[in-house]
T-cell receptor, first 119, second 112 residues
Framework: DSGVTQTPKHLITATGQRVTLRCSPRSGDLSVYWYQQSLDQGLQFLIQYYNGEERAKGNILERFSAQQFPDLHSELNLSSLELGDSALYFC??????????????????FGAGSRLTVL | GDSVTQMEGPVTLSEEAFLTINCTYTATGYPSLFWYVQYPGEGLQLLLKATKADDKGSNKGFEATYRKETTSFHLEKGSVQVSDSAVYFCALSTGNNRKLIWGLGTSLAVNP
C-alpha cells in the first residue's frame, strides 16, 4: 500500500456521461498530480495541485477538470466522455512543491489507479 | 524541448540474465534523473534516482549512473528474477518548475 488511495478502482460507463475520480494523497503530502495512461499515448501528465491551488497543467482536455479540497483530497471530473477516454487514471502525491528542489522534489508516490472503460 | 527516450520493448529475458534498459535524455540545465517501475496491476513507484552528474542510483539490485557526457541514465541489473517483470519508466525533472518528463516505458518479461 503506497498510502495514496484512489477510488473507484474500475468504472464502466457510456459515451457522453460524466464521472468523478477521487484521490486521497499520502499523509503529509501537499502536492497532487493526475496522470492518464493509455496503450497508445503512454503516461500523460494532466494537472498538478499544491495545497489547494492549481500549479501546473499538462495535456488536460477542456472536458476534464480537477480540484483539490481543503483536506487535500482531489477529484478529477471527466465529462462528455468519448471512447478514447478509456484509460488508467493515476493520482500521485509528493511532499514538496516541485519548484523547491529539495530532497523529496519530484519523488512521486502513485496510487493504484482507476481504470475507466467508456463503451 | 526536454525529452526522454527509452529503448522500445518488450524485453524478454531468462531468469538470472543481465539486464540493460537504455535511457537517453535531452534537457537544458542540470536535470535530476529517475527510474520508476510499474508492476502488473499497480501504480508506478520510484526505483532509483540521481540528482547530479556521475551519481549512481541503486535499489533492489538495480543501478543507473548519471552520465552527462553521453546524456544517458541506463538501467542495469546483474541477475534478473521473475519478480522483476514490470514496466520501467525513465524520467527527468528540470527547469524552474522541475516538471517531470517521462519516457514511454519499457516492458520487461522474465521467464523462469
Amino acid at each position: 500500500d503506497s498510502g495514496v488511495t484512489q477510488t473507484p478502482k474500475h468504472l464502466i460507463t457510456a459515451t457522453g456521461q460524466r464521472v468523478t475520480l477521487r484521490c486521497s494523497p499520502r499523509s503529509g503530502d501537499l502536492s497532487v498530480y493526475w496522470y492518464q495512461q493509455s496503450l497508445d499515448q503512454g503516461l500523460q501528465f494532466l494537472i498538478q495541485y499544491y495545497n489547494g491551488e492549481e500549479r501546473a497543467k499538462g495535456n488536460i482536455l477542456e472536458r476534464f477538470s480537477a480540484q483539490q479540497f481543503p483536506d487535500l483530497h482531489s477529484e478529477l471530473n471527466l465529462s462528455s466522455l468519448e471512447l478514447g477516454d478509456s484509460a488508467l487514471y493515476f493520482c500521485a502525491s509528493s511532499v514538496e512543491l516541485s519548484g523547491r528542489g529539495g530532497p523529496g522534489a519530484n519523488v512521486l508516490t502513485f496510487g493504484a489507479g482507476s481504470r475507466l472503460t467508456v463503451l | 524541448g526536454d525529452s526522454v527516450t527509452q529503448m522500445e520493448g518488450p524485453v524478454t529475458l531468462s531468469e538470472e540474465a543481465f539486464l540493460t534498459i537504455n535511457c537517453t535524455y535531452t534537457a537544458t540545465g542540470y536535470p535530476s534523473l529517475f527510474w520508476y517501475v510499474q508492476y502488473p496491476g499497480e501504480g508506478l513507484q520510484l526505483l532509483l534516482k540521481a540528482t547530479k552528474a556521475d551519481d549512481k542510483g541503486s535499489n533492489k539490485g538495480f543501478e543507473a549512473t548519471y552520465r552527462k557526457e553521453t546524456t544517458s541514465f541506463h538501467l542495469e541489473k546483474g541477475s534478473v528474477q521473475v519478480s522483476d517483470s514490470a514496466v520501467y519508466f525513465c524520467a527527468l525533472s528540470t527547469g524552474n518548475n522541475r516538471k517531470l518528463i517521462w519516457g514511454l516505458g519499457t516492458s520487461l518479461a522474465v521467464n523462469p
